[in-house]
């Protein structure tokens, strides 16, 4: 598979995590509220609720994969950032080291952190299979 067909493959694989995570999430139902508080702490009335706690995860993937590589070369380069970006994936150079790899998929903007954690998953599990090192970070906001 070249880089392309395998990013195809990820994001249908986070697409299907996600929703079925997304699915079990509202079975169980609301976890979390949230209350409006004043400056003093005090708690006022619930003004939403959430699913799951907020927060997210991403891909890292050392740059010296010929992944990483290929994905250089067939992006295209924003001169003004360190952003390379394809049609639904994007790559900027890692905060310690390596890539971090972006997917969009459809519930990319939600914010409970197991549907992100568990769609990253599901493409970790693509790009290993392909022999990708690829490397799942989870983050709480």
Known sequence: MNALEIIAEAIKSAEIASRATLDQLQAHGTRYTIHQTDLEGNQGPAIDA????????????????????????????????????????????????????????????????KIHANAMKAAVDVFKSQGIPATLHTYID
């Open 50 to 113: 959430l699913l799951d706690l907020c927060g997210g995860a991403y891909i890292n993937i050392p740059g010296t994969t010929p992944f990483i590589r290929e994905l250089k070369k067939i992006g295209e380069s924003d001169k003004n950032s360190q952003w390379i970006k394809g049609k639904g994936w994007s790559i900027t150079k890692g905060v310690y080291k390596g890539y971090t790899i972006h997917l969009d998929f459809q519930l990319m903007r939600r914010q409970e952190a």
